[in-house]
């Protein structure tokens, strides 16, 4: 079935590289995303991936796609205060409306 | 920039209420989303609409019904609230492009007491 799995916690000092990983189960994902979650907010879109790529940056952002591990990654380059929050991978499958969530990761970012 | 608003931030209602949860985007998406949030679960689909007067049941339905009689607004009633019920209620929304992803409102906090 549809799974994808996230560690639960990270904690990285301030100006380090964090880089959150994400592993999902369907190799028919099409699209995959990821939301970032601050404390009482909804979630907020950050990036997302076509499955034919494998990589993605856009600013600090670097999305890594492994599909023959079906392994995600997000690096966050010069991780700041602000980055704390909760980041969710997400996948689409095949031309689904749905999307499949992870349980989330809280990045803690110590100054 | 795509805005998805709930109504409330905050709700507070009984057991066995009627209870009535906005959302309304303003980018004339055809696709709408209810989920809920609980730790260490993520995000569970409860149903979403892929048009006006359009739905289907997602993951977690029961408990629960939608109503979209206006392609903005997708409501979502819980019949008979439940302290199970207690969570924070996430709506989304989405352009009908397969390749366009789902924005979210800042939830609804619910809680049943």
């Known amino acids: 079935g549809e799974d994808v799995e996230q560690s639960l916690f990270l904690s990285v000092r301030e100006g380090d590289s964090s880089v959150i990983n994400c592993t999902y189960t369907?190799?028919?994902?099409?699209?995959l995303y990821w939301y970032k979650q601050e404390p009482g907010a909804g979630l907020q879109l950050l990036t997302y991936i076509f499955s034919n790529m494998d990589m993605k940056q856009d600013q600090r952002l670097t999305v890594l796609l492994n599909k023959k591990d079906k392994h995600l990654s997000l690096r966050i380059a010069d991780t700041q205060t602000g980055d704390s929050a909760i980041y969710f991978c997400a996948e689409r499958v095949d031309s689904s409306y749905k999307l499949i969530f992870g349980s989330g990761t809280r990045l803690l970012v110590r100054p | 920039d795509v805005k998805v608003t709930q109504s409330s931030r905050y709700l507070v209602k009984r057991t066995g209420e009627k209870v009535f949860l906005e959302c309304v985007q303003d980018?004339?998406?055809?696709?709408m989303f209810w989920y809920r949030q609980d730790p260490g679960l993520g995000l569970r689909l409860i149903y979403f609409s892929y048009d006006v007067k359009m739905k289907e049941k997602g993951d977690i339905p029961e408990g629960y019904s939608v109503s979209r009689e206006k392609k903005e607004r997708f409501s979502l009633i819980l019949e008979s609230a439940s302290t199970n019920q207690t969570s924070m209620y996430l709506c989304?929304?989405?352009?009908?492009?397969?390749?366009?992803?789902?924005?979210f409102g800042d939830g609804t906090r619910l809680s049943i007491l």
């Open positions: 989304a929304s989405r352009a009908g492009p397969n390749n366009q992803p789902q924005h």
């Open positions: 980018m004339d998406h055809e696709n």
């Open positions: 369907d190799s028919s994902s099409t699209y």
